[in-house]
């Protein structure tokens, strides 16, 4: 925090907190006739508030300066991060250039399909597109299984409601 603002905030407070005093005082004296005593009071209890207001304005001084050095320190912060991207990138085109990328040394899986793999895939294959031959040409009953189509039992079909 800012030298101004810590100055400020508590010039302020105690500036308002003494306020209290002479407008006591000029109570007790308003309440006895005494003018003149109560036209001192006031005067030194508007000599506060007008210090309370001087150091309000200096709390808002050291604020702003506060505000200017934190945005200072971001765009500090945010040029070394700027830094050290470009350092990093270089780096990994210096390694790619090299032939060092980051998946030299990386290790893959193989898999090896055996003979009755092949075949058990062919298989499966061969039966998978004749079930579906078999699905284009049927049609299901009420049950939800397959029946034979209309066309192939040779019979027709009354479809009005």
């Avoid at 407070?13 to 000029?26: L, R």
């Avoid at 007790?28 to 210090?51: H, I």
């Avoid at 200072?72 to 350092?87: H, M, T, V, Y």
């Avoid at 597109?129 to 299984?145: I, M, V």
Wanted: aromatic fraction near 4%.
């Amino acid at each position: 925090m800012n030298v101004k603002t810590m100055e400020g905030l508590t010039g302020a407070s105690a500036s308002i907190q003494m306020v209290a005093t002479p407008m006591s005082v000029a109570k007790e004296a308003e309440s006895k006739g005494d003018t003149e005593k109560m036209k001192r009071a006031l005067g030194y209890a508007a000599g506060l508030t007008d210090q309370a207001e001087a150091y309000s304005e200096k709390t808002s001084e050291g604020m702003k300066a506060d505000a200017k050095e934190a945005k200072r320190q971001e765009k500090l912060l945010q040029e070394e991060l700027i830094q050290a991207r470009k350092e990093e990138r270089e780096e990994q085109e210096k390694q790619i250039e090299a032939g060092q990328g980051q998946w030299e040394d990386a290790v893959y899986d193989s898999v090896e399909i055996s003979e009755e793999g092949r075949y058990q895939a062919q298989t499966d294959e061969v039966s998978s597109t004749a079930a579906a031959d078999t699905l284009a040409d049927g049609s299901y009953n009420e049950f939800g299984e397959i029946a034979a189509a209309a066309a192939q039992t040779g019979e027709n079909l009354d479809v009005s409601v």
